[in-house]
């Protein structure tokens, strides 16, 4: 399984981006699908989460109010809308599609700066 991310890049405080993880010809409902981020120093954390269902989608607390997470599954692709970006933001993203196994993007990046 092969995910192909876009969307990242720079943008003032305040700013929005939406990022995209594209998958050829897998099934989203097969899948428990992610965006997870890691900053420079820091560890990777979880971003947000979609059930494979769809009928559940959680949120860090850091981004709850700020990032929506939805999916397309006739375009088996995820997407993560960033809204009132703030430096901290800042970060490499990736996006996870979880089932037998974990299958990992392979990162893009945000930069929130003035």
């Known amino acids: 399984l092969q995910l192909v991310e876009s969307g990242g890049g720079l943008v003032q405080p305040g700013g929005s981006l939406r990022l995209s993880c594209a998958t050829s010809?897998?099934?989203?409902?097969?899948?428990?699908t992610g965006w997870h981020r890691q900053a420079p120093g820091k560890e990777r954390e979880a971003v947000a989460c979609?059930?494979?269902?769809?009928?559940?989608?959680n949120y860090a607390d850091s981004v709850r109010g700020r990032f929506t997470m939805s999916r397309d599954t006739a375009k088996h692709t995820v997407y993560l809308q960033m809204n009132s970006l703030k430096p901290e933001d800042t970060a490499v993203y990736y996006c996870?599609?979880?089932?037998?196994?974990?299958?990992w993007g392979q990162g893009t990046q945000v930069t929130v700066s003035s």
């Open positions: 979609i059930s494979s269902s769809g009928r559940s989608t």
């Open positions: 996870t599609f979880r089932g037998l196994r974990t299958y």
């Open positions: 010809g897998s099934t989203l409902e097969e899948y428990a």
